[in-house]
Nanobody
Framework: QVQLIESGGGLVQAGGSLRLSCVVSGRTFSSIAMGWFRQAPGKEREFVAA????????SYADSVKGRFTISRDNAKNTLYLQMNSLKPEDTAVYYC??????????????WGQGTQVTVSS
């Protein structure tokens, strides 16, 4: 059974930075695509960023392009999200997500419990 454990959330002032981490177990991390999603209060969960198994291809939501960077360390079974120039509208619970083995493209079937990011103005 796959487990995804996020960490690194917190309270930061606008313009600041945070780095989220997600440790994955129970699935061959180095062979699956991974992603980050977020959900703000009263809103639907939305896509933030995704990365292929090799790290060669990434995808970002328009709202975070140029500010957020997704990366992975396959030796450590860990996914990262570096968030710079944070804005109050980035406030949300952030979730990491894992693709099913063998799936092509960015589709996800497993989710972590989430980590809260709060950006004050």
């Amino acid at each position: 059974q796959v487990q995804l454990i996020e960490s690194g959330g917190g309270l930061v002032q606008a313009g600041g930075s945070l780095r989220l981490s997600c440790v994955v177990s129970g699935r061959t991390f180095s062979s699956i695509a991974m992603g980050w999603f977020r959900q703000a209060p009263g809103k639907e969960r939305e896509f933030v960023a995704a990365i292929t198994w090799s790290g060669c291809t990434t995808s970002y939501a328009d709202s975070v392009k140029g500010r957020f960077t997704i990366s992975r360390d396959n030796a450590k079974n860990t996914l990262y999200l570096q968030m710079n120039s944070l804005k109050p509208e980035d406030t949300a619970v952030y979730y990491c997500a894992a693709s099913p083995p063998g799936r092509v493209g960015f589709t996800f079937d497993s989710w972590g419990q989430g980590t809260q990011v709060t950006v004050s103005s």
